[in-house]
């Protein structure tokens, strides 16, 4: 039996679409399962990263910050936290593996129990059992692993999701087949033109190159055409999507990595400056037991230690203070404030110490207006006015005056002091750093407050600067706008 040559290339040309339909059809079906499951796995890492933070900030939100006995006494409430927290289903492991909080969630199976041993290595794993997603990450405070998180991520939606778009992918490149093959065995020529185009355009995709022609015809094959295009576009956006995804993942990876050494060094520093107090009071707590009988050693001592005490309490005040700018955003009540009015209110509260030391005192104070909030600018103006008592001269001055130049007021304090050296200006501002450390201790300091000054201000919408530093003193100048 003689088959018609039209017939011949009507089925071999809807073989081709049909290939060309399930290819699309296959490439997008995949792209959008790879999509959810990247989504998921970076939802779920974002939760762990949460969790792994909030139990730090439990941990030193309680008296005792000893990291294994808040996970032993308060572990099933911070469990039931985090639950509330992410949204889902939380089981805790210490890191023995026992489950010290579970609610909501199916009992373990065997391969969640490999998971765990898994992760209890320090590592993150996750585990797929049909409709669930068990993601398992290590609870960790520094390097150290105390325990594991498990979230229940149910994957129900996204693969009811996924079966809707495969049934879509189906329905309509079966019709388009039926439709295409009808058209070619009548118009043969035409279509076969317009197939080749678009088996062309359909390469250049797969290459990467989303540009395809418009197709004038007024049928299927012109519909099919117009959703190739359309779907080219869609595709051409979402690389370029992912391309920016990529840009930001990596700008983060990097902010990640200097926030991580920022905080190692904070770690470090906080430990050698808490470090001498500690030693100070042990020392002298040594000695009393040493000298019970002695009663001027006695007084020395006691003396001596709630100096160091008093001095561990405003360090801790001052690190918490700086933690929590770091990573709260705080609303301040922002207000009308009068600066001469403000910076005479400061000034009176640092009498006492000035007169302590033989300073003098010089103003040269006008009426001027900003807008604050007044409790973290008496902050700001005591820290520096207390910089300059603690590091002047026996007998020397202290200059405070402000000004309003053109839409700005400019407050300025100086002082008659040891300087800083220029090499150094712009570590000054940078937490526990002093230029001169015995003094820094001297008088209680540890290198915070200018520090925390400046936070305060930034966030406001200040600034401070360093006007001139010598070795006939240093000026800073505090700027904010002037209101009316």
Same mark, same amino acid.
């Given at each position: 039996?003689?088959?018609?040559?039209?017939?011949k290339?009507?089925l071999?040309?809807a073989?081709?679409?049909?290939?060309?339909?399930f290819?699309?059809?296959?490439?997008?079906?995949?792209?959008?399962?790879?999509?959810?499951?990247?989504?998921?796995?970076?939802?779920?890492?974002?939760?762990?990263?949460?969790?792994?933070?909030?139990?730090?900030?439990s941990?030193?939100?309680?008296s005792?910050?000893?990291?294994?006995?808040?996970?032993?006494?308060?572990g099933?409430?911070?469990?039931?936290?985090?639950?509330?927290?992410?949204?889902?289903?939380?089981?805790?492991?210490?890191?023995?593996?026992?489950?010290?909080?579970?609610?909501?969630?199916?009992?373990?199976?065997?391969g969640?129990?490999?998971?765990?041993?898994? #992760?209890?290595?320090?590592?993150?794993?996750?585990?797929?059992?049909?409709?669930?997603?068990?993601y398992?990450?290590?609870?960790?405070?520094?390097?150290e692993?105390?325990?594991?998180?498990?979230?229940?991520?149910?994957?129900?939606?996204?693969?009811?999701?996924?079966?809707?778009?495969?049934?879509?992918?189906?329905?309509?490149?079966?019709g388009?087949?039926?439709l295409?093959?009808?058209?070619?065995?009548?118009?043969?020529?035409?279509?076969?033109?317009s197939?080749?185009?678009?088996?062309?355009?359909?390469?250049?995709?797969?290459?990467?190159h989303?540009?395809?022609?418009?197709?004038?015809?007024?049928?299927?094959?012109g519909?099919?055409g117009?959703?190739?295009?359309?779907?080219?576009?869609?595709?051409k956006?979402?690389?370029?999507?992912?391309?920016?995804?990529?840009?930001?993942?990596?700008?983060?990876?990097?902010?990640?990595?200097?926030?991580?050494?920022?905080?190692?060094?904070?770690?470090?520093?906080?430990?050698?400056?808490?470090?001498?107090?500690?030693?100070?009071?042990?020392?002298?707590?040594?000695?009393?037991?040493?000298?019970?009988d002695?009663?001027?050693?006695?007084?020395?001592?006691?003396?001596?230690?709630?100096?160091?005490?008093?001095?561990?309490?405003?360090m801790?005040?001052?690190?918490?203070?700086?933690?929590?700018?770091?990573?709260?955003?705080?609303?301040?009540?922002?207000?009308?404030?009068?600066?001469?009015?403000?910076?005479?209110?400061?000034?009176g509260?640092?009498?006492?110490?000035?007169?302590?030391?033989?300073? #003098?005192?010089? +103003?040269?104070?006008?009426?001027?207006?900003?807008?604050?909030?007044?409790?973290?600018?008496?902050?700001?103006?005591?820290?520096?006015?207390?910089?300059?008592?603690?590091?002047?001269?026996?007998?020397?001055?202290?200059?405070?005056?402000?000004?309003?130049?053109?839409?700005?007021?400019?407050?300025?304090?100086?002082? +008659?002091?040891?300087?800083?050296?220029?090499e150094?200006?712009?570590?000054?501002?940078?937490?526990?750093?002093?230029?001169?450390?015995?003094?820094?201790?001297?008088?209680?300091?540890a290198?915070?407050?200018l520090?925390l000054?400046?936070?305060y201000?930034?966030?406001?919408?200040?600034?401070i600067?360093?006007?001139?530093?010598?070795?006939?003193? +240093?000026?800073?100048?505090? #700027?904010?706008?002037?209101?009316?």
């Amino acid at each position: 039996m003689k088959v018609s040559i039209k017939l011949k290339l009507s089925l071999f040309l809807a073989a081709i679409l049909l290939l060309t339909v399930f290819v699309l059809s296959l490439l997008v079906l995949q792209g959008i399962e790879r999509n959810q499951q990247v989504q998921v796995e970076q939802l779920l890492a974002h939760q762990a990263e949460t969790a792994n933070v909030y139990f730090i900030q439990s941990v030193m939100s309680e008296s005792n910050k000893i990291p294994e006995h808040f996970l032993r006494t308060k572990g099933d409430a911070f469990g039931q936290q985090l639950e509330l927290i992410s949204g889902q289903p939380v089981v805790l492991y210490d890191s023995n593996g026992t489950i010290i909080s579970r609610r909501n969630v199916p009992h373990q199976s065997e391969g969640v129990k490999q998971t765990l041993t898994y #992760t209890l290595e320090n590592k993150t794993a996750y585990l797929v059992e049909g409709e669930s997603m068990y993601y398992l990450t290590p609870l960790r405070v520094g390097n150290e692993q105390l325990g594991v998180v498990q979230f229940y991520y149910s994957l129900r939606e996204h693969q009811a999701f996924y079966e809707e778009i495969k049934q879509l992918f189906i329905y309509i490149g079966a019709g388009v087949f039926v439709l295409s093959f009808l058209l070619a065995y009548f118009y043969f020529n035409s279509i076969a033109r317009s197939i080749i185009r678009l088996n062309d355009a359909v390469g250049r995709i797969r290459e990467g190159h989303f540009e395809t022609p418009v197709m004038k015809r007024n049928d299927e094959i012109g519909e099919l055409g117009a959703g190739i295009a359309a779907m080219s576009e869609r595709l051409k956006l979402t690389m370029q999507d992912k391309d920016r995804e990529r840009e930001k993942l990596a700008l983060a990876v990097q902010k990640l990595s200097e926030l991580d050494q920022q905080q190692k060094e904070f770690i470090g520093n906080v430990t050698h400056e808490f470090k001498t107090p500690l030693t100070s009071i042990k020392a002298f707590i040594d000695l009393l037991d040493m000298y019970s009988d002695d009663e001027e050693l006695q007084m020395t001592a006691r003396s001596h230690i709630a100096s160091e005490t008093q001095r561990l309490y405003e360090m801790v005040e001052k690190v918490l203070q700086l933690s929590a700018m770091q990573k709260y955003d705080f609303e301040y009540n922002k207000e009308r404030l009068e600066v001469s009015q403000m910076i005479g209110s400061v000034l009176g509260g640092l009498k006492g110490k000035m007169d302590k030391f033989g300073l #003098t005192l010089v +103003t040269d104070l006008h009426e001027a207006y900003i807008e604050a909030d007044k409790d973290y600018m008496n902050i700001v103006l005591a820290n520096l006015l207390d910089n300059a008592i603690k590091y002047n001269k026996p007998n020397g001055h202290i200059y405070v005056s402000n000004v309003v130049k053109g839409d700005q007021v400019v407050i300025e304090i100086s002082d +008659t002091g040891i300087g800083i050296p220029s090499e150094v200006t712009d570590k000054i501002f940078e937490a526990f750093y002093t230029v001169d450390k015995n003094r820094s201790r001297e008088h209680g300091g540890a290198g915070l407050g200018l520090s925390l000054a400046k936070r305060y201000a930034e966030t406001q919408g200040g600034s401070i600067a360093i006007v001139k530093s010598d070795a006939n003193g +240093t000026t800073f100048s505090l #700027t904010f706008l002037s209101v009316i």
